[in-house]
Nanobody
Framework: QVQLVESGGGLVQAGGSLRLSCAAS????????MGWFRQAPGKEREFVAG????????YYADSVKGRFTISRDNAKNTVYLQMNNLKPEDTAAYYC???????????????WGQGTQVTVSP
């Protein structure tokens, strides 16, 4: 069982930056692939970024490539999402998720956090 708690969301102007954190409980955090997803009002939840258990592989949605960076610190049971050059279309609730085996771009993750809101003003 893994419990995930996101933090770091907020209101930022376009062009600004935020760093999201996702703290995980459980001793097996390092064995899970992690993903960040987002969901805007009236839209489906979409994949943003993913990272393998060893941090050896990372994956990004085309819409965030070059602007967002996912990383993890297995010693701290935490995964991060550094978001730079934010745009109004990045406004959404952001969720972290964990799954065994590898990263997938679907929502097929076993564990989810409660989400943190990111709002980007023009």
């Amino acid at each position: 069982q893994v419990q995930l708690v996101e933090s770091g969301g907020g209101l930022v102007q376009a062009g600004g930056s935020l760093r999201l954190s996702c703290a995980a409980s459980g001793r097996t955090f390092s064995s899970y692939a992690m993903g960040w997803f987002r969901q805007a009002p009236g839209k489906e939840r979409e994949f943003v970024a993913g990272i393998s258990w060893s941090a050896g592989r990372t994956y990004y949605a085309d819409s965030v490539k070059g602007r967002f960076t996912i990383s993890r610190d297995n010693a701290k049971n935490t995964v991060y999402l550094q978001m730079n050059n934010l745009k109004p279309e990045d406004t959404a609730a952001y969720y972290c998720a964990a799954r065994s085996y590898g990263v997938v771009l679907s929502t097929d993750y076993a564990y989810w956090g409660q989400g943190t809101q990111v709002t980007v003003s023009p």
